[in-house]
Structures are given as structure tokens and as C-alpha cells.
């Protein structure tokens, strides 16, 4: 059969393959001359943080925390019974949450639309279907979370404490600061703070260092990679150091030295730099600068 | 059957298509400072060179105070047009005292948004002139170097090129190249009885000087590496030969006596031997002879045209121009002639290679169509062009191997004049000749 079937049609069949074979082939191997060049994106400055905090950090250290709650507490309110059966427990559906005004006016048909200051409770709800009491419009509800309303009257509860989103807003054990603070307290400033300070200070060195790569051939390669140390004040608490240079070679060997001293001077005409005083311990030694040419 | 065999084959051309995602090594923590911007020319104002007593000097600039004017505007025009310093200057600017000039009023200068500052002093100390030259960083408010001279009036103009070379050394990291002297041919008159008579003249074209009358046809001259001699080509008699012209003489002598045809005349960098290229039954090979003269030594022997050579700055090798493949292509050898192989492979015609005075680099004309001025690396790779007009060629370097000197042809009437271009190929200028001019060769920096 194998024998059979290679003749005619498969001749011409298997023809056509080694052809556009070919053709693909041809077609990878001599790509039509370089990539058309698109036109560069706007560039966006983007700093990664990748130091990881081993301590617990918080940009307000000593901070007070948020007390778990709201002064006043509405009463636990009783779960609606749900029959047994009714609905799977591994199929939480987020619950709307009606307004407690509009609940408070018991209307048939609440709009169900969800407010922009929705909550979503984690407890699992009972399926309306199951519900005693009647849900509006129950039947032809064909929406994938309806209206599910708490189990005892709105008008028990006054206004400002709620519950809802507990597991959320847990707050800290044992706070007792009136609302201080909304951060945890922690040992240490964190990385994204230092990144912070990073960031400072790259913006305030990289107006200096525009157009300052020295002209020649493959001045571009140039890395400087300077270190420096910081006064409370901003200024330099010595001169920078070369950390080191990267990308030099025997075209761009001559300009290599004036590469460094451009980014040196691009961090003295910097000075002082703006940097909050109260933090000086985090900021006084900041990571090594390296300085380049856009690629 | 037939179409799972087609799907079969199709599938396995599909893995040449993967593609490969290069990682890219971002540094650890460090702040990355990019400059994203083009190169800013750094702004440079240069104030009157200050005396300390305006008296009559022996030079063609009139008091030392004109002098000190003629001074800066001299670094000015030198600075100006190279592609990394914005001059400004002297005019229009506050001019120091002579006891200000090595301590300015930085408060003054940062006002005026200039970068860095030039000012000097000129004095007249016997029957010599005392420059000094000093530059500095206006926004750091510091020196960055300074320097002084003392010169015979008639050679003030170098005084200017050596505070040139001292501020463009200190800002670009290359090495000086304003005080020196290119030689070059000039040309006149109609087309079908072109004069062409080898001249000579500072880098900023002043003091300039025809050597020869026009008389005899006069092409490729080079510079001796000590600027006592220019080595060129003349028709002298009708026969092209190569001639030592003595600058200090004014004299001449044939490099080798032959009945031969022989040009394309080279120095060794350091000035000892001299390479040419000699025409015999047909075929054309290059010959080193040493400088004081003596027996000529046949550095290649292949079938065709060898031609042109250009010495290593080390000396130990040569690249030329050779036809043996077919059409004009670069090849390096030894310097005693061995271990020929061709370098360019670019396409088109290679011609008159030049190796820079750094090494790193070998200039030479692209002939595809136009002609046009290129560099390469000394192992053939990377081919970058410099210049992009009808027809540009014969490079030569500029002592420190960052500018190339070139002459231009006008489409239609053929006129030639001298250009300059650096290395990366951005920053291009016509050099002011009094009449049409071809040939250049740039001199090394004066001793």
C-alpha cells in the first residue's frame, strides 16, 4: 500500500513539501537584512527593590497600630439557618452587602446594584432559594449573588461599628492607639523605604548625568560604578569612589577615566542632596551608583 | 497517508522557529543612573588672554593685549565645530584681570550658564612671549589644568593649538592633535590642465605655503614623522617618482633611482624606512627602502596591483591594497612581507587603507557606487562608515586616531576641498584651503 500511495498525487504532495521546505529554510537563513528598527518606547525609570527584608520593617517603626474594630460593635448577628443540603460549604459566593439605610426601610425590591463601598463577608451564604423568609423577586432572580440581608433588623445595629470584614480588618491584638496609625509597628525601616531613598537620589543625580557620556567609539560600553557616603546635611561626607568600571576596551580606554570624573561630577553638582534628616541612618550609605549610557 | 506525511515534515521544520529570550543581568541593588540624552556639547567660555602690560611684541598680532585677543579666538575657532565643545567667546564676555586669570570669579561664570573657562595671560619675556593657559570647572568652582609656554613670536599661533590640545586632551581623554601640520595638493585651473602643487599649512589652515610651482603634477604627499621632509609623488619630467622634498632646504631627491614608475609613497611611524609601490612589466609591488636610502626590499610578489601600505604603530605589520582577488581588497602582512591574507570582505571595492596612529582602527575608501570613508577593525570585522556622499576618499589620520581627514568631489564639477570627520562619523567640517585641494596627510603632533 506504502508502495501504492507514493505515486501521483503524492509525488506532487511530497513535492510541494520539500519546496516550501525549502522556501522556509531560505527564508530563515537569509532574513531580509536587519530588524526594522520600531521606534523606542518613552523610556519610564523603573527601580526593583531586591533586598528582602529580614527584619520586620514598617516605614513608622515605632508606630501605634489601629485598634481591631470600631468603638462601637454591632451584636454578633445569628447566621440565617441554612437546611441541610441546600448549598456545598466549598462554594463561598461573595455576598452584597445592602446599605444599612436602604435597609433599614424595609422595601420589597432593594436594587441589588453593589454601591462602590460594597463588603464582601467570607462566610459562606446560604443559598437565597433556601431562605424562609422571601427574597424579592426570588424566582425570576436569574443574578449570580442576590440580595442576601442580614438575619436580624438593620435598626439593631447604630451607626459606625460593623463587623463586616472581620477577617480582613482583624487589626492588630492588643493596640490600643486610637487610630494612629494605620501601619504595623516593626523593627526596621524596610526596603521599599530604602529603594525610596534610592530613588531620591537617583532623581536628583540623573539630570547631571544626561548627555554627560563622554563622545567617542564605544564610550557607550562605559560602566562607572561609584559609592558614596552621606552627611546629615546631604553633602558629601567624602569624595565618591570608584566602586569600579565595567565595558572597557581599546577604543573607549581613553575615555574610561573621563567617564568616572563625569559621574563624579555629576554627583557633586547634586549636592547637597534632599534627603529627610530623621531617616539619616538609612540613607547615610546607599547602594553603589552605576552610571551609563542608555542602551 | 499522503497528508499525515506533509503535516509529519511540516511539524519538524517548526522547532527552527523557536526563539531564544536573552536574560538580561540586572546589577544587584545598585541605583542605576541611565543618561537617555544626546551628547551636549560642553559649553566653553574663553575670555581674553590677560597681560600684565600692554607692550609692542615682534609678532604679526601687534601688542601683547592684541595678542591675548588673537590668542583666544584662536582656541575659540579650534574648539568650535568638532562635535564636543561649545565655544563662546571673546567676544561678549567679561574680561579677567591679569591677577584674576588663574583665580575667577566662579559666582560670575555660573551666572552666565557656562560649564568650564578658559583664560590665560600673555606676557612679553625678552624677545619671547610667555602664554598661559588655564581651564576650569565653573560649576564645581575648580581647576582642572593649567599649563605655560614660552614661544618665539613667530610661532604665537602654536601656543594657541598647544592650549587647544591641553583643554580638548583634558575634556575628551584623547590625546592632542591641534598642533600639528597637514600637507596636502593643491589645485587649480580648468579640468584638462588641472596644476596640482603640494602645499602645506598649520591644522586651523593659517601659515599656509605652496612647496612646489605646478610645473610638475604633484600627489600623495606624507608628513616625515619629524616634519623635516615631505615624502610625495611628482611628474617631474613625465615620469611619476617619488621624491624627499626638505623642508628646511628646499630641496629634493628621488626615494630610489628607477626607470620604473613608483608612488604611493609611506613613512614608518617612526621615521626610518619608506614604503612604495613600484610599476614593472605589468605588475605593481611594494618596496620598503630605508630613509637614509640604500637597497629596496620586495615586500609582495602576487600577480596584479599591490599598492599603497601603511605601517602598524608598532611597526610590525602593513596593510595594503591588493587586486590579486579580482577586484581592489585590504590585506595585512608582516612587515618583511609574510603572512599576506585579505581583511576586507564587505562587498564592493576596499582602497587605500591607513592604519591609525591608536592601532585600534584602519580607515580606508569603500567603493559600492559612491565612494565613501570607513573604518574597520585591524582583523576585518566591523565595518562602520564615516561619511555618506558621491566621493569621499584618500582618509588620513589625525595624530591622535580621532578625526580622519578626507577629500570630497563635487558631483559634476569635480572640485575637491579637505573635510574632517571623527570617529563616530557625527561631526563633519570643511577645512578653510585657499584654493580646491585633494590628498591630505595630516602631520603628527610637533615636537
Known sequence: MASRALHGEDYAGLALAAALHAGLLALLIYQPGPARQLPAPERIAVTLSEETGLQSASPEPQAQAAPPAAPVIAPEPEPAPAPPGAAPPSQPLPKVQAEPVAAQVPRPAPRPIPKPKQRVAATPAPRPVAQPRPAPRPAAQNRPAPVQRAAPAPAARPAGGSRIADDFLKGVPGAQANAASRNPPAANIGPQIRASFAQSVLRQVRPNWQGRVPQGVNTEKLVTILAIELNRDGTLAKPPTIVGQEGIDDSNRAQAQRHAEAAMRAVQLSTPFQLPAEFYDTWKKLPPLRFRKST | ?447
Open chain 2, 1 to 447: 497517508m499522503k497528508f499525515r506525511l506533509t503535516i509529519l515534515l511540516t511539524l519538524l521544520a517548526t522547532p527552527a522557529l523557536a526563539q531564544q529570550i536573552p536574560a538580561d543581568p540586572t546589577s544587584e541593588a545598585a541605583i542605576d543612573v541611565v543618561d537617555d540624552s544626546d551628547w551636549q556639547d560642553t559649553s566653553i567660555a574663553i575670555t581674553d588672554f590677560a597681560t600684565d602690560a600692554d607692550v609692542p611684541t615682534a609678532t604679526n598680532a601687534g601688542t601683547t593685549a592684541q595678542l591675548g585677543r588673537g590668542l583666544s579666538r584662536i582656541i575659540a575657532g579650534n574648539l568650535r565645530n568638532n562635535g564636543l565643545f561649545k565655544p563662546t567667546g571673546p567676544d561678549g564676555l567679561p574680561q579677567p584681570s591679569f591677577g584674576e586669570v588663574q583665580a575667577p570669579s566662579f559666582g560670575l561664570w555660573q551666572g552666565r550658564s557656562t560649564e568650564m573657562l578658559v583664560q590665560g595671560s600673555v606676557r612679553a619675556v625678552g624677545g619671547q612671549i610667555a602664554v598661559g593657559c588655564y581651564l576650569f570647572d565653573v560649576a564645581l568652582g575648580q581647576q582642572l589644568t593649567g599649563a605655560t609656554w614660552t614661544v618665539a613670536p613667530g610661532d604665537w599661533r602654536r601656543a594657541a593649538h598647544k592650549c587647544s590640545d591641553l583643554v580638548y586632551s583634558r575634556l575628551s581623554g584623547e590625546n592632542p592633535f591641534f598642533d600639528s601640520r597637514i600637507a596636502y595638493i593643491a589645485e587649480t585651473g580648468p579640468k584638462s590642465r588641472r596644476i596640482k602643487r603640494l602645499a602645506v599649512m598649520d591644522s586651523d589652515g593659517a601659515n599656509h605655503r605652496f612647496l612646489t610651482t605646478g610645473q610638475a603634477m604633484a600627489l600623495t604627499p606624507r608628513y616625515s614623522p619629524d616634519y623635516r621632509s615631505i615624502l610625495y609623488l611628482s611628474y617631474l619630467n613625465g615620469n611619476p617618482r617619488i621624491y624627499v622634498y626638505d623642508l628646511a632646504t628646499n630641496s629634493q631627491r628621488l626615494v630610489t633611482a628607477t626607470g620604473n614608475p613608483t608612488f604611493a609613497p609611506r613613512w614608518s611611524p617612526d621615521g626610518r624606512w619608506i614604503l612604495y609601490s613600484m610599476a614593472t612589466a605589468g605588475n605593481t609591488d611594494i618596496y620598503r627602502i630605508s630613509a637614509q636610502g640604500g637597497a629596496s626590499q620586495r615586500l609582495t610578489s602576487s600577480p596584479g596591483i599591490n599598492i599603497g601600505g601603511s605601517f602598524s604603530p608598532d611597526s610590525s605589520k602593513i596593510v595594503f591594497e591588493s587586486d590579486r582577488s579580482g577586484s581592489q581588497q585590504v590585506y595585512v602582512m608582516n612587515v618583511d612581507g609574510s603572512d599576506q591574507r585579505r581583511i576586507s570582505f564587505f562587498g564592493g571595492r576596499a582602497a587605500t587603507p591607513e592604519w591609525s596612529p591608536r592601532g585600534d582602527q584602519i580607515a580606508f575608501t569603500h567603493i559600492a557606487g559612491n565612494f565613501r570613508v570607513a573604518v574597520m577593525s585591524p582583523g576585518g570585522g566591523t565595518l562602520r562608515y564615516l561619511t555618506d556622499s558621491w566621493q569621499d576618499e584618500a582618509p588620513s589620520w589625525a595624530p591622535n586616531g580621532r578625526i580622519i581627514q578626507f577629500f570630497r568631489s563635487e558631483r559634476g564639477s569635480g572640485k575637491a576641498s579637505l573635510w574632517q570627520v571623527d570617529l563616530t562619523g557625527r561631526n563633519e567640517r570643511r577645512l578653510p584651503t585657499p584654493a580646491d585641494a585633494s590628498d591630505p596627510a595630516w602631520g603628527p603632533i610637533r615636537p
